[in-house]
């Protein structure tokens, strides 16, 4: 069974870092793609981060490109997302998502995406 675990949220104040974690359990990452992606109340999901593990292309969406980086640690399963400069704007739960992808793009877009971890709550306010 296909398991995903997402920790390191938590509150932080603007301008703080915070540093998720995206680790699987029972299966390899390595021909997946992973995603994280952010629900914040009253406002749509939206995809930030993808990194392809074939290829290791990465992508952000506009919001988060320059304050965060998604990166992959193979030897321990797991995915990071580095925040840096948080802004309230940025308080949402945060999940991340992984789909078979043997192509070099990743996708930010939900619809691609099999499993989904079931989220870590970010709080950014002073």
């Known amino acids: 069974q296909v398991q995903l675990v997402e920790s390191g949220g938590g509150l932080v104040q603007p301008g703080g870092s915070l540093r998720l974690y995206c680790s699987a359990s029972?299966?390899?990452?390595?021909?997946?793609?992973i995603g994280w992606f952010r629900k914040a109340p009253g406002k749509e999901r939206e995809g930030i981060s993808c990194?392809?593990?074939?290829?290791?292309?990465?992508d952000y969406a506009d919001s988060v490109k320059g304050r965060f980086t998604i990166s992959k640690d193979n030897a321990k399963n797991t995915v990071y997302l580095q925040m840096n400069s948080l802004k309230p704007e940025d308080t949402a739960v945060y999940y991340c998502?992984?789909?078979?992808?043997?192509?070099?793009?990743?996708?930010?877009?939900?619809?691609?995406?099999?499993?989904w971890g079931q989220g870590t709550q970010v709080t950014v306010s002073s």
């Open positions: 998502a992984i789909y078979l992808n043997f192509e070099q793009e990743c996708s930010t877009a939900p619809s691609p995406y099999d499993y």
């Open positions: 029972r299966f390899s990452l390595d021909y997946y793609t």
């Open positions: 990194i392809s593990s074939t290829h290791g292309s990465t």
